[in-house]
Each structure stands twice: as C-alpha cells, then as structure tokens.
C-alpha cells in the first residue's frame, strides 16, 4: 500500500461533495448491507449446477453498470461443502490451505525485499515458478514507467468459450527498503499464490491472469504500466481482485479509524462500523461501480464463511470527482481509472495496522492473523471462481 495523500485536501473535497454525492452513495452502502442480511436470512441455494451456457456466466463490465444501477443483483446464501472440489465455486473455497499461505508467508517476509534485492528476486522467482507448477503460463514483464524498471510476473491460463474475457487476480511483491513488509504485501501475495494454486488446476469459459506486481510502493507502476497497455490493446477485463494487505485484524473496540470525512460519503457504513464499537475486524471491499457485481459475491461468500466483511461502492461520479484520494493507494487504481472493473480487498493498512510500513514496530508475520486471511481467500476464491464462470 502507497503512502495516504494529503489528508487536509480530502477532507476540503469532502465537504464540498457531500451534498450532492453523499445521499446517493450512503444509499448505496444502505443497499448492500441490507441485501447482504437478507441473503443470510433465505435457504441455502444448490449452486453446485456447472453452467453449460454463455448465457449463464457473470454479464459484461457493461452489463453490470447497468445492473448495478438498477439494482436487481441476485442475493442467495451459499452453502459450502467441506471437502475441496474444482467441479463448483463453493467447492473450490474449501480447496484453500492455510498452511500453504503461512509458509509462502515465512518465504516472503522473511527478509525485507526492496527493488533489486536479492529478496526481491526470490519471490519474483517464487511467483513465477508457483503459477508454472499451477498450470499458468508464465512470462515475466520488463517495464519502465515514471523512468523506473521493473518486472511484473503474469500467470495466464486461457480460457475455454470466452478467452477474451479476462478475470485478473493480483497483489504486489515489492516493499520498501529496510521493513519486513509481512502484512504489506507479504499476506497479499501469499494470499495470491494460494489462490493459483487452488485455480490453476480449473479449466474456465474466461481466461484467468495472476500478477505479482513490482514497483507497487513507488506509485503503482507495475499496474499502471500493464493496464495502460491493455487499454491501448482495447482487451476486455471483466473482472479484477486485489489482494493488498490481509493479514492485520484487532478485536479490540476503536482499533479501526477512518479516513477524514468518509462519513460524509459512506454515512451507514460507517454507522455499521460504529454499532461494532469501531473493531478492526474485518475484510474491506471497496469496488468501482464496474466491480461491484464480485464485491458483492464475495460478500456473500464472507457471510458464508462467517468473514466479517464491509463492501464499499465507489460510485463513477465520485471516482471521477477526485475526492476519493484515499481509496486510490493500490493496484486497483489504473483498472478503475481506465474504465475496468476493479476491486481492492484489504484490511485497511495504516487506518488498522500501527506496524504500517513499520510505522511502529516491525511489520512481521507474528503480528498477523492467518485465520482471517485464510477466510479472505477462500471468499475471494469463490468470487473469482463465479466470475470465470463455475457455478
Ligand atoms: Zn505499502
């Protein structure tokens, strides 16, 4: 996660936006958490049927602005099977294995790993050789943007009926210098790989990318880099998860803070926050208007899995305002600015975690919590899983 812009900027912008955009988003968040608890209050539906048709996969980017604005998404609660299964979504969630995360955790946060270290070279490695032994071809992509090289590390597996519809799901493996960097991003990418791992033995309508990308903490310019070209290339994203940071929970009542003035914009989230005495407990889902179709299965995927969870909508009008400064400081950001669906998972970084960016002590695996981060996997894996088109 970058640095938080100026905060005294946001607030001013805040202000001045929220009484023309504050009703309608605060509606929106209303919204979600109202269908949320009336999913959890029907039957559990059998979604174990394959889809055998185009006809039954997730619509287009397109399709679900205009669903988004019309409301209509299907809320069903899911029930999970306990043993591990490719042949369904909710199968797949249970294919998840934490000990795999924990270790990938130990290799990466082991030693801090800024850009060019030797650190940094062996968890680009490990990236790469984790997608080949998941089945993802793999290349690794030299870039210079903003006058610094990097090398992102992209995992592709073709999908079968519809392979120009790519589902991306990523994290970045760069830190600063002199931090371990566990929660951030140490906890994203060994989140990232296992859920390679559990996707890569699948074979999909749409085409599935994993990314570990570099250059996250400099200003985004791995993701930038990539996404910039995959605009130009007009290619069709219809889906993107971002892991970045989901490790850092605390129990304790006022552990979580808020960005200046985000009760303005997201007045019942907020309240939500606050009828649980301000707990940072929870997975963050913060998605573009694009992206609010998988925010908002993974959210059912988290009550599923008993994963508290807070989606978040950013509607285009606020995106496009600028006021949202704050929820631009990862590797969404490019997919939302270029009109992609994107949507951030995270545990909310410095608002949560006083080891930020070793703010206050190390930031080490010891200070984590790899139940909560096993939870967000499995939930983000169901999600993705629905997005490529299992059911
Ligand atoms: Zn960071």
Redesign the pocket.
């Known amino acids: 996660?970058?640095?938080p812009r100026n905060r005294a900027l946001l607030l001013v912008v805040l202000l001045l936006l929220a009484s023309c955009d504050g009703d309608k988003s605060s509606r929106a968040a209303t919204d979600t958490a109202q269908d949320t608890q009336a999913a959890t209050d029907t039957t559990p539906a059998d979604l174990t049927a394959p889809a055998d048709s185009a006809d039954d996969l997730p619509e287009t980017a397109e399709d679900n602005a205009e669903d988004n604005a019309a409301e209509v998404q299907e809320d069903v609660a899911i029930a999970l099977p306990a043993q591990c299964s490719t042949a369904s979504a909710p199968g797949l969630v249970a294919c998840v294995q934490q000990a795999r995360y924990e270790a990938d955790l130990l290799t990466v946060a082991s030693t801090p790993r800024p850009p060019g270290s030797a650190q940094w070279q062996l968890v680009q490695d490990l990236c790469a050789t984790t997608f080949e032994q998941a089945g993802f071809s793999v290349t690794r992509e030299a870039f210079t943007y903003d006058g610094r090289d990097g090398v992102n590390v992209i995992g592709t597996l073709v999908g079968q009926s519809l392979p120009d519809e790519k589902v991306y799901v990523s994290a970045?493996y760069d830190?600063?210098t002199s931090c371990l960097?566990a929660d951030?991003?140490g906890s994203g990418l060994a989140g990232l790989l296992e859920t390679a791992r559990v996707l890569g033995g699948g074979h999909y309508d749409r085409t599935l990318v994993v990314v570990c990308w570099d250059l996250?903490?400099a200003g985004l310019l791995g993701s930038a880099a990539h996404v910039t070209a995959l605009h130009e290339a007009n290619e069709r994203v219809v889906a993107s998860f971002v892991y970045e940071?989901i490790g850092y929970t605390d129990s304790a009542p006022n552990s979580q803070a808020l960005p200046p003035g985000f009760g303005l914009l997201f007045a019942e989230a907020v309240a939500k926050l606050e009828d649980n005495q301000m707990r940072g407990d929870f997975i963050a889902l913060i998605g573009n208007t694009s992206g609010s179709d998988a925010g908002q299965t993974l959210n059912l995927y988290a009550d599923a899995l008993t994963l508290p969870a807070q989606f978040l909508a950013v509607s285009d009008a606020l995106l496009s305002s600028g006021a949202v400064g704050d929820l631009l400081r990862s590797d969404h950001a490019p997919f939302w600015l270029a009109g992609y669906p994107g949507l951030l998972i995270t545990d909310t970084?410095n608002l949560r975690n006083p080891h930020?960016?070793c703010g206050v002590g190390e930031d080490s695996i010891d200070t984590l919590d790899p139940v909560f981060a096993a939870r967000v996997l499995g939930a983000t894996l169901g999600a993705a899983a629905t997005q490529l088109g299992v059911r």
């Open positions: 996660m970058t640095l970045h830190h600063i960097g951030d991003n996250e903490e940071m970084a930020y960016h």
